[in-house]
């Protein structure tokens, strides 16, 4: 499964902009580049928000989030966001677009509408049963006119209905057996106090119930109706307008295709997709912020952050592995060898470590090659941790054929690495697409240039063919339009040569400028060759 083409309509600073995900024999990896503010981490997340939440309803919340600060007013129907997607060499689209709440006469609040119902019904149905319980001692009371073992246990149950309506102390009070001075007529006068609480007033349901059957039915009808105009419905925003979805994908496909999108980024990120009080933890404390992360990714089981832990991970590729052995057993009578072959990468990965587990796979165990001297995981850097990580996720947890964003996937990594990075994803990533947002001039410089994709004040620049170059300096001047000198030491090589020009390299001022020059290089740096080729000219 892949992205073929991403069209955004309107999306804070996008507007009408095209994204062609080229089918290349090249590499399967894109690159993303913008200055900081691009937009660049941004796309990763509307593109992971949308198609990894629109299906199911309790991720759909966070596309409401996405668009919780869309400001335009919808009237009419608005296009929001179109993607054209591959599988088993098929193209399908998915076209999401807003509209107001009544459209062509279509009302949506029949969607809220039975969710209201529906709460109000059981909310009533759980009144009703505690309003019960109560009585049904109240009952007791009354047939036997004394404290029954019956209701003494009875009572007990009861405990949390006295608590919720504001009546503990009365509760605690008579549940003591040991005073012997309560009666039962401070039984039956609690009691009769609970029942007459506000809290335990409930409605006969049968008018709702009916109400509810005939919602239900008008909103059958709508759906049949979208369903005839190949429409989904996805999500109330903002309680004025609704996310509709128009597609030729069926609905197996099109949960297949949400559960094959996962995004990886840093934990420091600022995410769209979170609310506005949670997205101000991270400049309040890091660590409030890393426990919200924690609870999202409970509802977005394909959100990862570069911080999931390498050991866990590491284990349970192990175990998939066994398992996929094992299963090949079953079926075939002889042991497959997925096992052995993540035992012989792991130990190739890392260049004087190698990883194994112990021998009831409850722990993985670090240790320098060709010794048995084991090394705990904080022995491992950062980098050589997150390679490790990097590598099981995409062969061993994530799917095959599956579209992967990942964001500032450079950090911590070293420069060698980051050159290694492009051809080590091609190889590990299964046939599935990755979408990299990076700073790294190494990864753009070993990106196929019909890859690179150029995020610049809201448009999309492609390239026709090779930059100039591929150095880090042609990168940098090309790719990233930054200076490869600094500024000021650009200043100081001009003025410098105008010296030179003028035929004054020998005066006091340029002396004390080359020295200023001679802080940032040596003289034996191209500049200064250059310099000398030229005064031997002269």
Do not use: C
């Not at 400001?71 to 998915?94: A, M, R």
């Not at 100039?468 to 200076?483: G, K, S, W, Y």
């Amino acid at each position: 499964m892949k992205l073929k083409k991403v069209e955004i309509i309107k999306y804070k600073n996008f507007e009408n902009i095209v994204i062609d995900f080229e089918n290349n024999n090249f590499s399967n990896v894109y690159s993303i580049a913008s200055e900081n503010g691009g937009g660049k981490s941004m796309l990763l997340q509307l593109i992971f928000t949308v198609l990894h939440s629109f299906i199911d309803e309790n991720k759909k919340k966070y596309i409401n989030n996405l668009l919780e600060d869309y400001s335009y007013k919808v009237d009419k129907k608005i296009d929001f966001i179109k993607f054209e997607i591959i599988y088993n060499n098929k193209n399908y689209y998915l076209e999401f677009f807003l509209t107001p709440i009544y459209w062509q006469n279509m009302d949506f609040n029949l969607y809220s509408d039975l969710k209201d119902l529906y709460r109000e019904i059981e909310l009533n149905k759980i009144k009703q049963s505690k309003y019960q319980t109560i009585y049904s001692l109240k009952e007791l009371l009354q047939n036997f006119n004394r404290l029954t073992p019956l209701f003494k246990n009875n009572f007990r149950e009861a405990e949390n209905i006295f608590v919720e309506i504001g009546l503990a102390n009365d509760y605690e009070e008579l549940r003591i057996e040991v005073n012997n001075n309560k009666i039962v007529e401070d039984y039956k006068e609690l009691i009769d106090k609970a029942l007459k609480n506000s809290y335990l007033k409930f409605i006969d349901t049968k008018q709702l119930e009916m109400t509810y059957q005939d919602t239900k039915k008008d909103l059958n009808n709508l759906k049949i109706n979208l369903e005839n105009q190949h429409l989904k419905y996805i999500t109330h925003i903002q309680n004025n307008s609704i996310l509709l979805l128009k597609t030729d994908i069926d609905n197996i496909l099109l949960q297949e295709l949400s559960n094959r999108v996962f995004l990886t980024a840093p934990n420091s990120q600022p995410f769209n997709f979170l609310k506005k009080d949670d997205k101000v933890e991270i400049f309040d404390s890091l660590i409030s912020y890393s426990s919200v992360l924690e609870e999202v990714k409970k509802d977005l089981n394909n959100f990862y952050t570069y911080d999931f832990i390498a050991t866990d991970i590491i284990l349970e590729a192990f175990k998939n592995a066994f398992d996929e052995d094992l299963n090949i057993k079953r079926k075939t009578k002889k042991y497959g060898n997925r096992y052995d072959e993540l035992s012989d990468r792991l130990k190739i990965l890392l260049k004087d470590k190698e990883i194994i587990e112990n021998e009831d796979g409850t722990k993985v165990i670090f240790k320098l090659k060709n010794s048995d001297i084991e090394l705990s995981p904080q022995s491992l850097s950062h980098g050589e941790l997150k390679r490790v990580a990097i590598f099981i996720w995409l062969e061993h947890i994530v799917p095959k054929n599956s579209i992967i964003l990942m964001d500032e996937i450079d950090i911590a990594l070293h420069p060698k690495w980051q050159y290694e990075l492009v051809d080590d994803l091609t190889k590990w990533s299964n046939s599935s697409q990755i979408l990299l947002a990076t700073h790294s001039p190494q990864i753009l410089s070993s990106t196929y240039y019909k890859n690179i994709i150029k995020l610049e004040n809201g448009e999309v620049k492609r390239y026709n063919k090779p930059p100039i170059d591929r150095d880090i300096n042609a990168i940098i001047t090309e790719v990233m339009d930054a200076p490869t000198f600094p500024e000021n030491l650009l200043e100081f090589h001009k003025e410098y040569r105008e010296f030179i020009n003028n035929g004054k390299v020998n005066t006091v001022e340029a002396k004390k400028l080359k020295e200023k020059i001679l802080e940032y290089e040596s003289e034996s740096s191209s500049f200064f060759q250059e310099i000398n080729f030229d005064l031997e000219l002269i």
